[in-house]
């Protein structure tokens, strides 16, 4: 048998857990087999190994009788391994050189035959043996933490887990992709339950994050690249540039007012397109940064004419005014015969010189030790069920449409009115669930459209004092006074039809349902098929993961299931927790939720982060796979196969395996075809040791 | 490597040992007559078992483990046989890339066996001492200089086949449908270029063979002697136009006569051909299924036939090139035709050496030889083919049978050496008979007995699929109760032995 | 030699036990083995186990190894497709044990000897009825002693 | 004094000889190095004089062949006691070789199927060969042919190998160098060297970090690129596992490596190691679907043990 570290003097301990392995097992009979076997220079059974006197015995025989290898049959190695590891150690040996034997949950508490039993044990504690000669010292390893923290999304997840780091004293870096921070709360009106405007309670924090000395706030920018592990991640971020510097800008917003266009003229992402805004805007009043973006694709300076037509044609939301009239004006037609623009807005920032239209995107190189991922979510696109008619009926709308129509510096002013600018609608219908629950889109619940389609219809209703119709499957109020909220609706008069609505169409059966929309139903309380016209139809759209949502997942090397959202690593125990150490989730990029989930997910997500960053370092069991170096031919089969990405190809042509990355699940070792990666605790030749002990009759 | 295992073997009954690995065993009667000698082969190894579950494409590679010294007839034959399987044609540039490295493989084989290993009895001379009798006593009789050119011959020739089939030592470029591999124009500089001298070398060897043998009447009457002599069939490849072919063609048989009894198709091989088992060797021997198996005896009316090199000039009206055709001449000229004296397969030797060589010459100059399209991709359901080509020592088959996913259900081969089995056990009695009996046997006569198989050139690598090369010899002179009288061996120092 | 022989074949007359080696991962299978003890469940005791992290980790030398040692059976446990505690590893498991079963049914070995079970940290009874299963169906098909020495005559 | 050296060979096909051939104008020099006492297919030779020797008067003995018969089994244990160093040479020597495939069957079987089955036999009294045989009168005798093919180490201690199919001149070379210099590895090493064939590959640089392989192609169904690795190409290329030395060769000749050198000193299993790659390459997390790729692979046994069968963990198929 081959040996390491010169003679090998092996002590074996057989415990007799109280009678729970004596019971079956004749632990004297194992000892004293075991003590008949080569290299075996202690073997004894004792009552409780793990006890403070059983523990004793290992560290003085180390000691008396030079021993150099430990072998304790007990219980599961889940239980006291890490117990008999610190006794191995406290006898002054590696802990590594001791090997547990389970012999009570996989012998004694299953079977019945004492002698089989008996001789179960004896044979895995000869297994146990052979192989314990093999072992080798390990240390385990310990990674540092760089305190710095990435919190990806602007969003209210992102806000609040960069505020909380931040308050506790640790630098954020906050990179959001769009011109301001705010995220889809920043949308909304109200917030169910309690009707508190969603802008009051956001934009202080908004502000928080702006003014905080702990917190860098990139907006308009992207993360490119990311590699490194646990504790130490090198991140890439490219700030696309506004064309306006953010350090000299006051935020006066007079360049806006001086913009070549004088009427703004192009689709408002904000509002959902159905406001408009010029070339150089900001997207919202309480924008964070509050500093306007020159937009590329629709500033004359950056463009032929002919191209900014088809662009506003194409750009302006659901519902773009009718084509042609986009079109610019003879004072522009000038203009565009000069090819060039007046650059009034230039003149307006005057000596300020924030605007600069040769500037260029910045790249960002940082590292943090820790990365919070808050991308949100995309609302479904409600084309996708043409049934509903949404695109192809003006007067049907989506949820977030509404909120921007209901809101008071929304595009309407909170006056709420059809596409053609004047009618108020006198009946409204809100369809639940479209783009939820639905076998032909996404199956899943997205938890928050019974909330919110109920406080949109209270909000219409105080708006317009319009009769509306709720059309639901089920309703779903599972929250704190969310029930009660549903209470207080069906008292407002609301009406509320059981079933799932076949289509919106405007095919007129009936006189009643002349110039409007009807809703075919089927009313599954009443049994019968119902059409209900109205004037106005919102589609209360569900939430879907980002469609780039699996580009994101390879950059973070983090699982995403089908339906584009983030896997956490346990959806139980460790909910923001994903597979790669040191990147957590908070918001709706794990999964539909509300605010206040979306809230604490955040702050649980933070706190885990400042958990690593605390601890200073990470350690990590010694059971990585390694490269021998001179043997690695370099064939590259182990690369892919690993799932952390812990294996690189070098230049000089062999596989290097990152300590740090790798999990230890052997997956390569297995499939070397060389042989030339091994891993540490379960090397080849000490797996065959334990097949051949198992087996082979002493 | 593992370290060694414990053998999990038990032998029972431990039998009587061998000597070498071909035996010949004369028995001699009260009067001290030959009275039986028999010729023996004690290997084997089972190809067509273990053949069976194999891909049909890995045949080539399989099979050329037969035969280490020709390995690239089994690679070519099975190759050809797996064009039968799938139905397939080879494009021209595959099939003369084959042809061109067969031609290669020719020469270099016929060379080395007239040089390392049949050439020395005539090089060297017969009765010369056994020391000398090697391809370092050849080096030695014809000088230093040709010594070297032989060898740097061979090596070229090999570098050549190395070049176009991955390995000298068991090829690589056989496919259903062509080869793996294209050839370069530079490739084919060197082809060129090598085929130049291998012609010239040919020639070179002619000329040793007519000073060294046939300008000494010794030799002559050694390869006229009538205990050298046997009237059987012969058969071998042709053309179109009846000349020798080592690649392609029909299959013809003449009778002992010199007139064609019958010519066909490889394929059809199972309609003409038989083995026959004997309990006493692992070899089995091949016999015509007409007239059919009389024993070992030649003539008309015994099935027992011949291939190899006078085998095939036997069974050709002419040689395909033009400077062998000459030397094809004045062979015929010589020894008339059909020609039934088994030394004089060394010359038909020399001969298709020439022929080979200039074959080669022909293709390596083929423009088309490089045409980047060298295989046609099979779509056929495969269920048997057979492939047959020349190989050095004679008519080599394959025969497979596979599954419809290629999976070999049934492997036949009949090898070389296998056709010539009967007629070598004949030629070693007949010599016996004709130089011991009644003599004190003396080194000199054994070597005669000997030189009956030798001529063959037999490789029994190929005939039993086992062990391949010249044949070790022990003589063993037994009495009328089977009692060993005397055993003859010769010592590396050449002085005979009694045993 | 000879007496190992008989040895071998006393052993094969006496009532047969199964020698089954499982190879368990260290977070479902094994978990479950521990689970199915702590729940006091009974099962024959006829497995050896050897645990691994994962069954990714199960190269395929060592089911080759522990037949050619003796086990009449070998039993991979992991855990389900897609729970794998490193993302992946038991779908590799899955890619070389279909290759590898059909090497071992080709050299001899039923394909009842040879089984990779999924079973998860909380499918205890599992683990059991995997176990009873295994055992019964090994013992139909009788040992394999593979490593038992065999008698091998040279003569024609 | 020149150090004795002998050639043996046992279930062969002499390509090993060949190969020593192939040394071509050097093979005089090894000639004049050493004292070659024994090579059957070059020299003539006899037992006796072995026999004769002095145990251990024989400084290496190239014993090339598996064993497949009591006569080679002898001719080994004899050539073991002359010399003081065995060194196995070729596939067939260090791990059965291609004969080695007749452990899919036995004696029995492979009698059957040659004397009996064979379409071109006609044998109805269903002769065989026998060891021992009365031909009127006449004692002949043949070896005994055993059920299983055994490497040589399986049969006597062995001290080197020589890896190949056949090995390479160099390799050949090397070894007599190495031994006429006093300069041989420690005791059971492979003279060749221990990493896997893609280090030298030609075309390990067309081969892409993450491979993976959706179908499987054989070399007939395919036109081969003759420069990116066969592997990406679906093809069964098992150089990944095998110890390279050969120069490539086959690769050189637009064909998959089939592993004729055998694996690396760190593993036990060719055939076995060089599943776990392929498998593990398979482009599937579908079991129906890995099942299916896999299928692409139409003789796993005989194409990853090609040249290895009896010195696999199983060494033979039970029958």
Same mark, same amino acid.
């Given at each position: 048998?081959?040996e390491?570290n010169?003679a090998?003097?092996v002590?074996?301990?057989?415990c007799h ?9 004749d632990?004297?009979e194992?000892?004293?087999y075991?003590?008949g076997?080569?290299?075996?220079v202690v073997?004894?059974?004792y009552?409780?190994?793990c ?7 290992i ?8 021993l150099?290898r430990?072998?304790?049959?007990a !219980?599961?190695p ?9 006794a191995?150690?406290n ?9 547990m034997?389970n012999?009570?949950?996989q012998?004694?508490w ?7 039993a008996?001789?179960?044990?004896s044979?895995?504690v000869?297994?146990a ?5 093999l072992q080798?010292?390990?240390e385990?390893?310990r990674v540092p ?7 990806v999304?602007g969003g209210?997840?992102g ?9 506790a004293?640790?630098?954020v870096?906050?990179v959001?992709r769009e ?6 709360m920043?949308m909304f009106?109200k ?10 309670i956001?934009?202080p924090?908004m502000?928080?994050?702006?003014a ?5 706030l ?7 690249k990311?590699d ?17 510097r953010?350090?000299?800008c ?7 007012e001086?913009?070549v266009y004088?009427?703004p003229k192009?689709a ?17 009043p309480?924008?964070?940064p ?12 950056f ?21 042609g ?9 000038r203009?565009?015969?000069s090819g ?5 807005c230039?003149e307006?920032?005057?000596?300020r ?8 995107d910045?790249?960002e190189?940082i590292?943090?030790?820790t ?5 949100g979510f995309q609302p479904?696109?409600?084309?996708r ?18 909120e921007?129509?209901v809101?008071?510096s ?6 709420v ?11 409204i219908?809100?369809?639940?669930c479209?783009?939820?629950?639905d076998?032909?889109?996404?199956r899943?619940?997205?938890r ?13 209703k105080?708006h317009?004092?319009?009769d509306?119709f709720?059309f639901?499957?089920?309703?779903r109020?599972p929250g ?16 509320f039809i059981?079933g799932?609505?076949a289509e919106?169409?405007?095919?007129v ?15 599954t309380?009443?049994g019968?098929?119902r059409?209900i ?7 209360s759209?569900g939430?879907?993961?980002h469609?780039?949502a699996?580009?994101v997942?390879?950059l973070?090397?983090?699982?995403c ?6 896997q ?13 150490d040191?990147?957590f ?7 539909p939720?509300?605010i ?6 955040a702050?649980?997500a ?11 370092y990470v350690?990590?069991?010694?059971n ?7 043997? !690695?031919?370099?064939?590259?089969t182990?690369?892919?196969l ?5 294996i ?13 990355l790798?999990?230890g699940?052997?997956?390569c ?19 065959f ?10 | 490597?593992?370290?060694?295992t414990s053998? +999990?073997r038990?032998?029972?009954?431990p039998?009587t040992?061998?000597?070498g690995?071909g ?16 010729f023996?082969v004690?290997e ?9 579950g194999?891909p049909?494409e ?5 099979t #050329? ?15 050809r046989?797996l ?6 044609t080879?494009?021209?540039? /595959?099939?003369?890339i ?13 060379a080395?066996?007239f ?5 020395p009895d005539f ?8 020391a000398?009798?090697?391809?370092l006593?050849?080096?030695a ?6 010594g070297?050119?032989v060898i ?9 086949? #190395?070049?176009?089939a991955?390995?000298? /030592?068991?090829?690589v470029?056989?496919?259903?449908? /062509?080869?793996a591999k294209?050839l ?10 090598v085929a ?5 070398f040919a ?6 063979f007519d ?10 009457n050694?390869?006229l ?6 009237r059987?069939?012969?058969m071998?490849l042709v ?7 080592f ?19 490889p ?22 299924? #007409?007239?059919?198996w009389?024993?070992?005896?030649d ?10 090199p006078?085998? +095939?000039?036997n069974?050709?009206?002419r ?6 055709q000459?030397a094809y001449e ?10 039934h004296?088994t030394l004089?397969?060394h010359w ?14 022909e293709l390596?100059d083929d ?10 991709i ?7 083919g ?10 080599l ?8 996913r290629g999976?070999?259900t049934?492997a036949?081969?009949?090898?070389a ?5 009967a007629r ?10 004709g130089?011991?009996s009644?003599?004190?046997?003396s ?10 198989f030798?001529?063959?050139?037999p490789?029994?690598?190929c005939a039993?699929? #086992? ?5 070790p ?7 009328r109760? /089977? ?6 061996e010769r010592?590396s120092?050449?002085?005979? +032995?009694?045993? | 030699?000879?007496? &190992?022989v008989?040895? *071998?074949?006393?052993?094969?007359? &006496? ?7 499982a190879f368990?991962?260290?977070?479902c299978?094994?978990? *479950?083995?521990?689970?199915?003890? &702590?729940?006091?469940?009974k099962?024959?005791p ?10 990714g980790?199960?190269?395929p030398?060592?089911?080759l190894?522990?037949?050619a ?8 446990g992991?855990?389900?497709p ?5 993302q ?6 899955l890619?070389?044990f279909?290759?590898?079963k059909?090497v071992?049914?080709?050299m001899?070995i039923?394909?009842g ?15 059991? &009825?995997v176990m009873?299963d295994m055992?019964?169906?090994?013992r139909a ?6 490593n038992?020495?065999v008698?091998?005559?040279a003569?024609? | 004094?020149k150090p004795?050296?002998?050639?043996y060979?046992c279930?062969?096909?002499g ?7 192939d040394l071509?104008?050097?093979?005089l ?7 070659i006492?024994l090579w059957?297919?070059?020299?003539d030779?006899?037992?006796?004089d ?6 251990g008067?024989i400084?290496a003995?190239f014993?090339?062949?598996?064993i ?5 089994e002898?001719?080994a244990?004899?050539?073991r ?6 060194i196995a ?22 009698f059957?199927?040659?004397?009996q ?5 006609v ?17 002949l ?8 093919v055994q490497?040589?180490?399986?049969v006597?201690?062995?001290?080197y ?7 390479t001149?160099?390799?050949?070379a090397d ?5 006429l210099?006093g300069?041989?590895p420690?005791?059971g ?12 590959c030609p ?5 892409p970090?993450r491979?993976?392989i ?5 070399p ?6 003759q ?12 150089g ?25 000193s760190r ?13 593990s390459?398979a482009?599937s997390?579908?079991e129906d ?6 299928a692409?692979i139409?003789?796993p046994v005989?194409?990853f ?5 009896p ?9």
């Open positions: 048998m081959p390491r010169g090998v003097r002590g074996v301990y057989v857990c109280g009678s729970n392995i004596a019971g079956i097992v632990c004297k194992v000892a004293e075991a003590a076997l080569i290299h075996v073997s004894r059974d009552k409780y190994m006890s403070d006197p059983g523990q004793d015995l560290r003085n025989d180390i000691q008396e009788h030079k150099n430990i072998v304790v049959a !219980c599961s889940h239980l006291h391994e890490h117990t008999f590891r610190v191995t150690a006898g002054g040996l590696n802990p590594y050189y001791m090997t034997v012999i009570r949950e012998d004694s299953v079977h019945t035959d004492r002698q089989a008996t001789e179960k044990a044979d895995l000869r297994a043996i052979r192989r314990v000669v080798r010292p390990l385990k390893a933490i760089d305190p710095n923290v990435l919190v999304g209210i997840a806000i609040h887990a960069a505020l909380t780091l931040a308050n004293g640790k630098h870096y906050l959001e011109a301001t921070i705010g995220g889809h920043a009106d917030t169910f339950p309690t009707l508190d405007c969603a802008a009051c956001l934009t924090k502000s928080a994050v702006k905080h000395p702990n917190i860098t990139w907006a308009y920018s992207d993360v490119e990311v490194g592990y646990v504790g130490n991640y090198k991140v890439r971020v490219r700030r696309r540039t506004r064309y306006i953010e350090d000299l006051a935020g006066c917003q007079e360049c806006i001086a913009c004088k009427q192009f408002d992402e904000f509002n959902q397109g159905l406001g408009k805004r010029r070339p150089i805007y900001l997207p919202f309480q924008a964070i509050q500093t306007p973006v020159i937009d590329r694709d629709t500033c004359i300076e463009n032929e004419p002919r191209k900014i037509r088809w662009l506003t044609s194409l750009s302006q939301g659901a519902f773009s005014a009718p084509r009239q986009c079109c610019l004006s003879p004072h522009f037609a203009l565009w015969k060039k623009c007046k650059k009034t230039l307006a920032c005057g000596d010189h924030a605007i600069d239209f040769k500037l260029q910045q790249l190189e590292k943090v030790g990365i919070i991922l808050a991308t479904f696109d409600a084309k069920i043409p049934y509903y008619g949404y695109g192809h009926y003006p007067n049907v709308y989506t949820s977030l449409e509404i921007r129509l809101n008071a929304g595009p309407a002013a909170g006056e009115v059809l596409r053609d600018g004047k009618t108020v609608p006198k009946s219908g809100i369809i639940h479209v783009g939820s629950r076998e032909n889109t996404n899943w619940c997205s928050v459209c019974c909330m919110y389609s109920l406080k949109l219809a209270h909000l219409l105080e317009t004092g319009a509306i709720n639901y499957i089920d309703m109020t704190k006074s969310f029930e009660e909220f549903y209470q207080r609706l069906l008292s407002e008069g609301v009406h059981r799932k609505v919106v169409t405007d095919w059966f009936d006189p009643s349902e002349e110039g409007k929309l009807t809703l075919r139903v089927e009313d309380l009443l019968v098929v059409r016209p109205v004037d106005m139809v919102v589609l759209v939430m879907e993961g469609q780039d699996q580009d997942r390879r973070f090397n983090i699982t299931s089908t339906e584009g959202f983030f956490e690593r346990h959806p139980k125990l460790a909910p923001v927790n994903t597979f790669t040191g990147i989730l908070a918001g709706c990029c794990q999964g939720k509300d206040p989930d979306t809230v604490a997910q702050g649980a933070a706190a885990e982060a400042l958990a690593l960053i605390c601890a200073g350690e990590q069991e010694p990585c796979a390694y490269v021998i170096e001179e043997e !690695c031919s370099g064939c590259k182990c690369i892919p690993c799932p952390y990405s812990a690189s190809f070098r230049e000089d042509n062999r596989a290097e395996v990152n300590p740090v790798c999990k699940c052997g997956t070792v297995a499939a070397c075809p060389s042989g030339s990666l091994q891993q540490r605790m379960f090397e080849d030749d000490e797996l040791e334990e097949i051949e002990g198992v087996l082979v009759h002493a | 490597m593992p370290e060694s053998t +999990r038990i032998t029972i009954d039998i040992r061998l000597e690995h035996k010949i065993d004369i028995f001699l009667d009260d009067a001290g007559q030959v009275e039986r000698a028999y023996q004690p084997l190894r089972g190809f067509e078992k273990f053949a069976q194999r049909a890995d045949m080539p590679q399989i #050329s483990r037969i035969c280490g010294v020709c390995p690239t007839a089994h690679h070519v034959a099975s190759a046989a064009d039968n399987l799938y139905k397939v080879p494009p021209p540039a /595959g099939r003369k084959r042809e061109l490295v067969y031609s290669t493989f020719m020469a270099e084989d016929h080395l066996h040089y390392f290993l049949g050439g090089v060297v001379g017969p009765t010369a001492p056994p000398e009798r090697n391809v006593g050849v080096i009789k014809v000088g230093v200089e040709v070297k050119k740097s011959m061979r090596r070229r020739l090999r570098e050549l086949t #190395s070049l176009a991955g390995k000298a /030592g068991h090829p470029f056989g496919l259903p449908g /062509g080869v294209r370069t124009a530079a490739d084919q500089v060197r082809f060129q270029t130049a001298e291998a012609v010239e020639q070179f060897t002619l000329e040793v000073n060294i043998v046939l300008k000494n009447s010794d030799y002559v050694l390869i002697a009538d205990f050298f002599t046997h059987t069939y012969y071998g053309d179109d136009h009846n000349q020798v072919n690649y392609d063609g029909s299959l013809r048989v003449v009778s002992p006569e010199g007139n064609e009894t019958v010519k066909f198709a394929e059809k091989y199972l309609d003409y051909i038989a083995e026959r088992v004997e309990p006493w060797s692992y070899m089995k021997f091949c016999y015509l299924k #007409s007239p059919g009389k024993g070992f005896t003539g008309a009316e015994s099935g027992v036939y011949s291939v190899a006078l085998a +095939r000039l069974v050709a009206d040689m395909a090139t033009p400077l062998a000459q004045k062979y015929i000229g010589t020894l008339g035709k059909p020609v004296h004089a397969n038909a030797r020399v001969i298709e050496l020439l022929y080979a060589a200039e074959r080669m010459k390596a423009p088309e030889i490089i045409d980047p399209n060298v295989r046609t099979p779509t056929a359901v495969p269920t048997e057979v492939g047959v080509v020349e190989a050095p020592r004679g008519t088959i394959h025969h497979y049978q596979t599954d419809e999976l070999i049934k036949n081969l009949i090898v050496t296998q056709n010539n089995a070598i056990a004949m030629s070693v009695e007949k010599a016996a008979k130089v011991l009644g003599k004190q046997v080194e000199g006569l054994l070597n005669m007995v000997e030189m009956a030798r001529a063959y050139d490789c029994l690598g039993t699929h #086992s062990l391949p090369g010249s044949m010899l022990s003589v063993r002179v037994r009495g109760n /089977g009692e060993t009288l005397s055993i003859l010592d120092d050449g002085a005979i +032995r009694r045993a | 030699m000879l007496e &190992t008989k040895e *071998a074949k006393n052993q094969e007359a &006496t009532a047969f036990e199964p020698r089954i080696v368990f991962c260290n977070w299978t094994y978990l *479950a083995a521990d689970l199915a003890g &702590t729940s006091r469940m099962y024959p006829n497995a050896r186990v050897i645990r691994v992290m994962c069954s980790r199960l190269d030398q060592f089911i190894k522990a037949f040692d003796g086990a009449d059976g070998v039993l991979i992991g855990c389900h897609g729970d794998c505690h490193y992946e590893g038991n779908y590799k498991c890619r070389r279909h290759l590898l059909r071992v049914k080709e001899g039923e394909d000897r040879f089984r990779l079970e999924w079973i998860s940290a909380s499918e205890g009874d599992r683990l059991r &009825t009873i055992v019964e169906k090994v098909l009788g040992p394999l002693h593979w038992a020495p008698e091998e005559v003569v024609s | 004094m004795k050296v002998a050639f060979w279930a062969s096909c390509g090993c000889e060949e190969a020593v051939v071509a104008e050097s093979i020099d090894v000639v004049a190095a050493v004292d006492v059957p297919v070059a020299l030779f006899k037992k006796a072995v026999e004769a020797m002095e145990d008067s400084a003995a014993i090339n062949g598996a497949r018969t009591t006569e080679q002898e001719w244990h004899l050539l006691r002359k010399a003081q160093t065995v040479v070729g596939a067939c020597a260090q791990m059965g070789g291609i004969p080695g495939l007749a452990n899919f069957s036995n004696r029995a079987g492979v059957q199927t040659v004397y089955e064979s379409p071109s036999t044998n109805a009294e269903g002769v065989v060969p026998e060891t021992t045989h009365r031909d009127n009168g006449h004692t005798t043949l070896p005994g042919f055993f059920d299983t490497a040589l180490h399986q006597i201690d062995v001290d190998f020589i890896p190949g199919c056949p090995p001149p160099q390799l050949l070894a007599v160098a190495a031994l210099a300069k041989l420690e005791k090493a492979v003279l060749a060297p221990d990493q896997a064939l893609c280090l030298d075309r390990k640089d067309t081969k970090e491979l993976a959706s179908e499987f192609k054989r007939h169904e395919i036109l081969i690129d420069e990116k690795c066969l592997l990406t190409q679906g093809l069964l290329c098992l990944p596992a095998t110890r390279s030395g050969c120069g490539s060769r086959c690769i050189e000749g637009n064909m998959p490596c089939t592993g004729c050198f055998g694996p690396t593993v036990r299993d060719y055939g076995g190691k060089v599943l776990s790659a392929i498998a390459a482009d997390n579908d679907q890995i099942v299916s790729i896999l692409g139409p003789d005989g194409t043990y090609r040249y290895s069968l010195v696999s963990e199983l060494q033979r198929k039970r029958l």
